[in-house]
């Protein structure tokens, strides 16, 4: 399977301010996603970030809070704008492996807004 | 709308029991059904599934699908402290790849 690493792994970060995550590969991958993780609760899908085109967003997320980058094949960028307490959560990439039937993921970002 | 139910909700053991848990689903254009380990951050693969009736098996970890009734197990013999995790089970579907996940069976293997 794929190495995926995520940058960063956790931050402390003030309402009202935007953080960037990025999603780097160590091999080229056909499709990456973006996944929330609230405490408590389960992993929810954000979007599909799609190489060269505009990211497919799932229902109740939009592309002004979660602006997302794809610029290649192995690297991709999730933006949390404008930051809430309510977005304190884990965000996870994955990717498919090769067979694209099963989906890896990377170690994460712990983001806690205050 | 697609669902991905996980029970139990959590499960406590001791050292040495085997555990069963179940992963019932309602998804449209299903792929495949994958077991997922989580620990701290990460989700851990453990399994994929895509045919019905046959056992996918890593040391004390084994899972198999029916895809009829639409269900997994994944089960856990001989646990160990070190089982102890949140267990996922997803559904991936479609073209599009992407994956519903269940809410998970949180376990806590006590020595």
């Known amino acids: 399977s794929a190495v995926i690493s995520q940058k960063p792994s956790r931050d402390i970060c003030q309402r009202g301010t935007s953080l960037t995550i990025q999603c780097q590969v160590d091999?080229?991958?056909?499709?990456m996603f973006w996944y929330r993780q609230q405490p408590g609760q389960s992993l929810t899908l954000i979007a599909t970030?799609?190489?060269?085109?505009?990211?497919?967003?799932e229902s109740g997320f939009v592309i002004d809070k979660f602006p997302i980058s794809r610029p290649n094949l192995t690297f991709s960028t999730l933006t949390v704008s404008n930051m809430s307490p309510e977005d304190s959560s884990i965000y996870l990439c994955?990717?498919?492996?090769?067979?694209?039937?099963?989906?890896?993921f990377g170690p994460g970002t712990r983001l806690l807004v205050l | 709308e697609d669902k991905v139910v996980q029970s139990p909700l959590s499960l406590v053991v001791h050292e040495g029991d085997t555990v069963t848990l179940n992963c019932s689903y309602e998804?449209?254009?299903?792929?495949?059904l994958l077991w997922y380990k989580q620990e701290k951050k990460a989700p851990t693969f453990l399994f994929m599934l895509?045919?019905?009736?046959i056992e996918k098996k890593s040391g004390r970890l084994s899972s198999i699908l029916d895809k009829k009734e639409l269900f997994s197990i994944l089960n856990i013999t001989a646990t160990q402290t070190g089982d102890s995790a949140i267990y996922l089970c997803?559904?991936?579907?479609?073209?599009?790849?992407?994956?519903?996940f269940g809410s998970g069976t949180q376990l806590t293997v006590l020595p």
């Open positions: 994955s990717v498919t492996g090769q067979a694209q039937e099963t989906q890896y």
């Open positions: 091999s080229q991958v056909t499709m």
């Open positions: 970030a799609n190489q060269g085109s505009e990211a497919t967003y």
């Open positions: 998804v449209t254009n299903f792929r495949s």
């Open positions: 895509t045919s019905s009736g």
């Open positions: 997803a559904v991936m579907k479609g073209s599009a790849r992407q994956l519903t």
